[in-house]
T-cell receptor, first 116, second 110 residues
Framework: NAGVMQNPRHLVRRRGQEARLRCSPMKGHSHVYWYRQLPEEGLKFMVY????????ESGMPKERFSAEFPKEGPSILRIQQVVRGDSAAYFC??????????????FGPGTRLTVL | GENVEQHPSTLSVQEGDSAVIKCTYS??????FPWYKQELGKRPQLIID?????GEKKDQRIAVTLNKTAKHFSLHITETQPEDSAVYFCAAEGTYKYIFGTGTRLKVLA
């Protein structure tokens, strides 16, 4: 049973470009979470999605950031017009049941975004 | 808002000694508290968790205690080994998400 998969593992973008980060949850999981980890810091919640629905995006910046989890295919975190401050590791996690309810979240290997 | 504080931020212990990491949380509705270990450049991995209906849980050299009244929970690692060196994160279940502490960098000195 493959774990949570993320790609790319490393992504380099110049300021102003777009970054697309992909996450495939564990088989059978329909709940996906995105977290951001700045260097030497903890994990900050960004957004929680179920298939085709954004449930909680309270941690995601209102500008330039968007997320989706379509009926088919991986979840996508999209960052438009990247700035240097977006450089971070972006982790996706998935769970079998609804978020936050006694339910283990399994993390992917992360995508390390570097903005030049 | 929901918040988790974690202490200390760094911890050095001699091999074989014990290590204790402490967290406090703000949301009294939280009922699930996982602990993650993250090695350099790798994903966070769950090492132990505790639910609010128990006060302590142990798994070999790792134990976690929970005081719901005080909103404190702690990770205890006994007989530390060099491979225990990593960053450890506590988390508290929030609405739909985990609220993570800021991490403790544990160094086990051989």
């Amino acid at each position: 049973n493959a774990g949570v998969m993320q790609n790319p593992r490393h992504l380099v973008r110049r300021r102003g470009q777009e970054a697309r980060l992909r996450c495939s949850p564990m088989k059978g999981h329909s709940h996906v979470y995105w977290y951001r980890q700045l260097p030497e810091e903890g994990l900050k919640f960004m957004v929680y999605l179920q298939k085709e629905n954004i449930i909680d995006e309270s941690g995601m910046p209102k500008e330039r950031f968007s997320a989706e989890f379509p009926k088919e295919g991986p979840s996508i975190l999209r960052i438009q017009q990247v700035v240097r401050g977006d450089s971070a590791a972006y982790f996706c996690a998935s769970s079998l049941l609804a978020g936050g309810s006694y339910n283990e979240q399994f993390f992917g290997p992360g995508t390390r975004l570097t903005v030049l | 808002g929901e918040n988790v504080e974690q202490h200390p931020s760094t911890l050095s212990v001699q091999e074989g000694d014990s290590a204790v990491i402490k967290c406090t949380y703000s949301d009294s509705a939280s009922n699930y508290f996982p602990w993650y270990k993250q090695e350099l450049g790798k994903r966070p991995q769950l090492i132990i968790d505790i639910r609010s209906n128990v006060g302590e849980k142990k798994d070999q050299r790792i134990a976690v205690t929970l005081n719901k009244t005080a909103k404190h929970f702690s990770l205890h690692i006994t007989e530390t080994q060099p491979e225990d060196s990593a960053v450890y994160f506590c988390a508290a279940e929030g609405t739909y998400k985990y609220i993570f502490g800021t991490g403790t960098r544990l160094k086990v000195l051989a």
